[in-house]
């Protein structure tokens, strides 16, 4: 899952979301997912074996139908600049994970200033705005604590950026900057 669409992981709202299920066979409620990833809590999006690294990593408390999600993304590498996200999302009945924007806290660390912080947050705070809710939902694959993922706006369309590959891991991997 990218962190620009923010979908799964730490995306998603509540009653804006199209309340069907997803209608694909391979569908896993998210209940199931971290049932079957216990013991693997950091989800790590676009896993590379070569390097061990992620695109964005994060972790998820779920209590009843509410999951508390933190991800982390790097934005450069040189020099090195961080963005952490939480979000508050909402689990549907059907197993989708779905958030508004408007619970998504941004920190940025390793800006060259502070103007620079609050103008990338701003930034992201209102790309996500725009998009309005997310659902994200996860899909089995044939191999263990690996996941398709996808973010669906409220008419159900793909977000930009919206499909992506959920790995779960033991440890926290090194983070890359994301390919475009």
């Known amino acids: ?13 509540l009653s804006a979301c199209v309340e069907s299920g997803t209608g694909r066979a391979d569908f896993v409620p998210f209940a199931t997912v971290m049932a079957e990833t216990e013991g693997l809590p950091f989800e790590c999006s676009a896993y590379d074996a070569a390097t061990d690294s992620c695109e964005a990593i994060g972790t998820n408390r779920v209590s009843g139908d509410i999951v508390d999600g933190s991800a982390q993304l790097l934005l450069s590498a040189a020099p090195p600049v961080t963005l952490s ?11 989708r994970v779905c958030i508004g924007p408007e ?8 800006a060259p200033d ?3 912080a609050e103008f990338f947050a701003g930034t992201m705070e209102a790309e996500l705005a725009a998009q309005g809710p997310v659902c994200g939902a996860y899909f089995r694959t044939d191999q263990p604590g690996v996941y398709i993922t996808e973010s669906r706006d409220a008419s159900g369309a793909l977000v930009p950026q919206g499909r992506d590959v959920s790995t779960f891991v033991t440890e926290r991997k090194r983070l890359r900057v994301p390919s475009l």
């Open 1 to 13: 899952m990218r962190l620009t669409a923010l979908a799964v992981a730490v995306t998603l709202p």
């Open 85 to 95: 996200v939480t979000a508050r999302a909402r689990i549907t009945p059907d197993g």
């Open 103 to 110: 619970t998504y806290r941004f920190d940025i660390d390793g």
């Open 114 to 116: 502070r103007q620079s």
